[in-house]
């Protein structure tokens, strides 16, 4: 097959332009028809490949493709088409290390440091899956949120002369000689005399040189190709000169990793990993100084911009102040397009970074489905339940996300015969999760009908209500019934349940706009089958009197759905919902049955709107997200956290979301929920505002990092709806 011009068609990828060609083969910018997401497409010439080449490649690429690593570039597809092999990956666009260390110097300790983890991270990835890279060096290294003070994000990619550690050894030189082993160099033989199959050391020999080039600016050798090669075998190991914590760590690491004798190097990436993170906390010189060495015997000291990571509140200063320049030095530089390639030596090896204008493409990185992903293509989604402007029913919309917009589908309208006439869309639950099993998600409307609930969507049927509610509800006359309904796994076995909470006013009318509640509160559980749910039975009770929220979510590490009650502190006005205070969060574990009794904790707060529960800082356990409408301008983002003990509660505040500028308009009308909207595996923030009555709702949205503030912009507007935007209309994979 011939060299593909933009707008062709192969198999079901639309190729947009093409990014770098070589003898070997293209590299496309192309797009995924079928999961509807960009993606890099490299090619092989045809007449470059026969079928043992095309059976290796394909054999090569299905082994790293079952590499789980957050730091390693994803495999989408790889296939054979007209006798051309292609692999698709993600896309991704970020300066690699070699161009940010050119444009900006030397990255700052801390940022090295960092980077260089996340390499050994992916690197021990990929040996514990049998795999040696064979040519780890700056350029291999792509850096998404360069900028960021405290979470750049790094990838290794082009493992175009990777091999498995259970290949037979051809032996030969691989890689590029700045970062070469040196027993590449020796041509080392077992007993038998063949050569020695490639080791974790040979990548971590690479891993040392390229730390000692991201502080330096250098590489650790220099000269012609045999002098490079002889400084590999023989010259002293590269170190700093002085006598402070830093430098006579960093000097250790870089003896570990650059060791003449394979023997006495790391003999885990994981190792490396971890000291380098240990390496990250201690406060750097004001200068690193190089030892003298054979190719530069006057080394000039090198400033430290950065002694040392900044904390929480000095990195949102930094993000505070870079946020007024859209575009900053960092991200003016050269940007790549990283393609993990496949291949026998370095043939295929044609991923060279190109200057692309125009914004960063978001990429998802999340494994799985991304919380609240309706249609499958990783990025979380989010959905509303409006009334029907011409009010019959209620439209149900789920708004999808790229990472940077959100558009919303053509509205589905339920108008069951039970519900109200001028429903306003609390009896209509449209749910996101996996109900079926298959490690997808479904969307589920559950509507309310005269004896439970009919749902529908990737799943039909119906529900009756729990025969103890109907019970309880004959004993509470004169009273209002209240309810919720969500979903979660309570159970742990990876199918998606179905809950209702339950509470009853209080037969004061006047109480009860004061938000007093009597009797017991309850959550019921349908059990997920895969295929439908099961009859409810309880899972907890609890004291409902002075309830406010009631939140469900996983906070334990169990991977069992918990319960969390908010009781409500006696403010001022008393008929305030939304009061300011310490309020006792009571804390119910869950065993998959039923709940412990439960653990109180002092939450200071000062007025919520919204209190949902996810994984922002992507641990793999729930926090719980506050809406605080009492602090400053805005509704603040509080994030609690239980510790892994569960014997302490702290809470930070992350970022705000937008002050409507209409102040008449109740706080009811700005909801909160989450859904992971940017396929990085957390939890963000979306919230729903108007700025006056006249005009449009808009999503604004914050994302979620495991550090420092959330960074938040629209992402959507939609016309004005026909009635208020509560809590209850505005869903992720969570009730908000």
Same mark, same amino acid.
């Given at each position: $097959?011939?060299?593909?011009?933009?707008?062709?068609?192969?198999?079901?990828?639309?190729?947009? @332009?093409?990014?770098?060609?070589?003898?070997?083969?293209?590299?496309?910018?192309?797009?995924?028809?079928?999961?509807?997401?960009?993606?890099?497409? /490299?090619?092989?010439?045809?007449?470059?490949?026969?079928?043992?080449? %095309?059976?290796?490649?394909?054999?090569?690429?299905? &082994?790293?493709?079952?590499?789980?690593?957050?730091? %390693?570039?994803? *495999?989408?597809?790889?296939?054979?088409?007209?006798?051309?092999?292609?692999?698709?990956?993600?896309?991704?666009?970020?300066?690699?290390?070699?161009?940010?260390?050119?444009?900006?110097?030397?990255?700052?300790?801390?940022?090295?440091?960092?980077?260089?983890? #996340?390499?050994?991270?992916?690197?021990?990835?990929?040996?514990?899956?049998?795999?040696?890279?064979?040519?780890?060096?700056?350029?291999?290294?792509?850096?998404?949120?360069?900028?960021?003070?405290?979470?750049?994000?790094?990838?290794?990619?082009?493992?175009?002369?990777?091999?498995?550690?259970?290949?037979?050894?051809?032996?030969?030189?691989?890689?590029?000689?700045?970062?070469?082993?040196?027993? !590449?160099?020796?041509?080392? @033989?077992?007993?038998?005399?063949?050569?020695?199959?490639?080791?974790?050391?040979?990548? *971590? !020999?690479?891993?040392?040189?390229?730390?000692?080039?991201?502080?330096?600016?250098?590489?650790?050798?220099?000269?012609?190709?045999?002098?490079?090669?002889?400084?590999?075998?023989?010259?002293?190991?590269?170190?700093?000169?002085?006598?402070?914590?830093?430098? /006579?760590?960093?000097?250790?690491?870089?003896?570990?990793?650059?060791?003449?004798?394979?023997?006495?190097?790391?003999?885990?990436?994981?190792?490396?990993?971890?000291?380098?993170?240990?390496?990250?906390?201690?406060?750097?010189?004001?200068?690193?100084?190089?030892?003298?060495?054979?190719?530069?015997?006057?080394?000039?000291?090198?400033?430290?911009?950065?002694?040392?990571?900044?904390?929480?509140?000095?990195?949102?200063?930094?993000?505070?102040?870079?946020?007024?320049? /859209?575009?900053?030095?960092?991200?003016?530089?050269?940007?790549?397009?990283?393609?993990?390639?496949?291949?026998?030596?370095?043939?295929?090896?044609?991923?060279?970074?190109?200057?692309?204008?125009?914004?960063?493409?978001?990429?998802?990185?999340?494994?799985?489905?991304?919380?609240?992903?309706?249609?499958?293509?990783?990025?979380?989604?989010?959905?509303?339940?409006?009334?029907?402007?011409?009010?019959?029913?209620?439209?149900?919309?789920?708004?999808?996300?790229?990472?940077?917009?959100?558009?919303?589908?053509?509205?589905?309208?339920?108008?069951?015969?039970?519900?109200?006439?001028?429903?306003?869309?609390?009896?209509?639950?449209?749910?996101?999760?996996?109900?079926?099993?298959?490690?997808?998600?479904?969307?589920?409307? =559950?509507?309310?009908?005269?004896?439970?609930?009919?749902?529908?969507?990737?799943?039909?049927?119906?529900?009756?209500?729990?025969?103890?509610?109907? +019970?309880?509800?004959?004993? $509470?006359?004169?009273?209002?019934?209240? !309810?919720?309904?969500?979903?979660?796994?309570?159970?742990?076995?990876?199918?998606?349940?179905? =809950?209702?909470?339950?509470?009853?006013?209080?037969?004061?009318?006047?109480?009860?706009?004061?938000?007093?509640?009597?009797?017991?509160?309850?959550?019921?559980?349908?059990?997920?089958?895969?295929?439908?749910?099961?009859?409810?039975?309880?899972?907890?009770?609890?004291?409902?009197?002075?309830?406010?929220?009631?939140?469900?979510?996983?906070?334990?590490?169990?991977?069992?759905?918990?319960?969390?009650?908010?009781?409500?502190?006696?403010?001022?006005? +008393?008929?305030?919902?939304?009061?300011?205070?310490?309020?006792?969060?009571?804390?119910?574990?869950?065993?998959?049955?039923?709940?412990?009794?439960?653990?109180?904790?002092?939450?200071?707060? #000062?007025?919520?709107?919204?209190?949902?529960?996810?994984?922002?800082?992507?641990?793999?356990?729930?926090?719980?997200?506050?809406?605080?409408?009492?602090?400053?301008?805005?509704?603040?983002?509080?994030?609690?956290?239980?510790?892994?003990?569960? &014997?302490? =509660?702290?809470?930070?505040?992350?970022?705000?979301?937008?002050?409507?500028?209409?102040?008449?308009?109740?706080?009811?009308?700005?909801?909160? &929920?989450?859904?992971?909207?940017?396929?990085?595996?957390?939890?963000?923030?979306?919230?729903?505002?108007?700025?006056?009555?006249?005009?449009?709702?808009? =999503?604004?949205?914050?994302?979620?990092?495991?550090?420092?503030?959330?960074?938040?912009?629209?992402?959507?507007?939609?016309?004005?709806?026909?009635?208020?935007?509560?809590?209850?209309?505005?869903?992720?994979?969570?009730?908000?």
């Amino acid at each position: $097959m011939t060299t593909l011009h933009p707008g062709a068609v192969f198999g079901h990828y639309r190729l947009d @332009r093409i990014l770098g060609e070589g003898g070997m083969g293209v590299v496309y910018d192309a797009f995924d028809t079928k999961l509807e997401r960009q993606v890099a497409l /490299k090619m092989v010439h045809a007449h470059l490949a026969d079928r043992q080449f %095309i059976d290796m490649f394909i054999r090569e690429g299905q &082994t790293l493709a079952q590499i789980r690593s957050p730091h %390693i570039i994803a *495999i989408y597809d790889i296939g054979e088409q007209q006798g051309s092999p292609f692999i698709v990956t993600q896309f991704i666009k970020g300066g690699d290390v070699t161009g940010l260390v050119r444009s900006n110097g030397p990255l700052a300790p801390h940022l090295a440091c960092l980077v260089n983890a #996340q390499v050994a991270g992916a690197l021990h990835d990929a040996h514990q899956a049998g795999i040696i890279h064979q040519d780890v060096k700056p350029s291999n290294v792509l850096v998404r949120n360069p900028a960021s003070p405290l979470d750049p994000f790094a990838y290794l990619c082009d493992f175009g002369i990777a091999t498995s550690s259970t290949d037979s050894p051809a032996g030969g030189i691989t890689g590029t000689w700045n970062y070469l082993a040196p027993e !590449y160099i020796r041509d080392e @033989r077992d007993a038998q005399g063949r050569p020695i199959s490639p080791e974790p050391s040979r990548d *971590i !020999y690479a891993a040392g040189c390229m730390l000692w080039f991201t502080l330096t600016g250098k590489i650790p050798y220099s000269g012609a190709a045999v002098q490079v090669a002889m400084a590999h075998q023989s010259a002293p190991i590269p170190q700093f000169v002085g006598t402070d914590d830093w430098t /006579k760590a960093a000097n250790r690491i870089l003896h570990l990793s650059m060791a003449k004798d394979r023997r006495s190097r790391y003999q885990s990436a994981d190792v490396f990993k971890d000291d380098l993170l240990k390496l990250r906390e201690i406060t750097a010189p004001p200068q690193l100084v190089p030892a003298p060495s054979m190719t530069d015997p006057n080394p000039a000291p090198i400033p430290v911009a950065a002694v040392r990571a900044p904390s929480e509140s000095e990195a949102i200063l930094i993000e505070e102040a870079q946020r007024p320049s /859209k575009i900053t030095p960092l991200r003016v530089g050269a940007a790549m397009v990283g393609v993990a390639a496949l291949g026998v030596g370095g043939a295929l090896a044609i991923t060279q970074p190109w200057v692309e204008h125009g914004p960063e493409p978001i990429v998802p990185t999340v494994k799985g489905a991304a919380y609240a992903d309706v249609n499958g293509d990783k990025f979380g989604d989010v959905v509303t339940n409006i009334e029907n402007p011409d009010g019959k029913g209620v439209d149900v919309v789920t708004w999808k996300s790229d990472g940077r917009t959100l558009t919303p589908s053509k509205p589905v309208t339920y108008d069951d015969p039970a519900l109200p006439e001028d429903n306003d869309g609390s009896e209509v639950f449209p749910l996101c999760a996996d109900f079926t099993g298959d490690g997808k998600n479904s969307l589920i409307t =559950f509507v309310r009908s005269e004896k439970g609930f009919n749902f529908h969507g990737d799943l039909e049927g119906s529900l009756k209500a729990p025969a103890g509610v109907v +019970e309880q509800g004959k004993k $509470m006359a004169g009273s209002t019934f209240y !309810y919720d309904l969500g979903t979660d796994d309570f159970d742990g076995d990876g199918v998606a349940d179905l =809950f209702m909470t339950t509470t009853f006013g209080n037969p004061d009318r006047e109480l009860d706009k004061k938000g007093r509640t009597v009797g017991t509160g309850s959550v019921w559980v349908y059990r997920g089958t895969g295929s439908g749910f099961a009859e409810p039975t309880r899972f907890a009770a609890y004291p409902a009197v002075s309830r406010e929220q009631v939140v469900v979510g996983e906070f334990t590490g169990d991977e069992k759905a918990d319960l969390l009650i908010l009781n409500r502190v006696e403010g001022s006005p +008393e008929n305030m919902t939304l009061t300011t205070g310490t309020s006792d969060l009571d804390l119910y574990q869950g065993d998959g049955s039923v709940v412990a009794a439960p653990k109180s904790f002092a939450f200071k707060h #000062q007025g919520i709107s919204s209190l949902v529960a996810g994984d922002v800082n992507g641990d793999g356990r729930d926090e719980i997200v506050a809406a605080e409408a009492g602090r400053g301008e805005g509704q603040s983002i509080t994030v609690g956290t239980f510790s892994e003990d569960l &014997t302490q =509660f702290s809470i930070a505040n992350r970022g705000k979301l937008p002050k409507p500028r209409n102040t008449l308009k109740t706080t009811s009308r700005y909801p909160v &929920t989450v859904a992971d909207v940017n396929g990085d595996g957390r939890t963000d923030i979306v919230a729903a505002t108007q700025d006056t009555s006249e005009s449009p709702y808009a =999503f604004y949205v914050a994302l979620a990092s495991k550090t420092g503030t959330f960074p938040g912009h629209m992402m959507a507007t939609w016309k004005k709806s026909p009635d208020d935007v509560r809590r209850y209309n505005l869903m992720g994979g969570t009730l908000g």
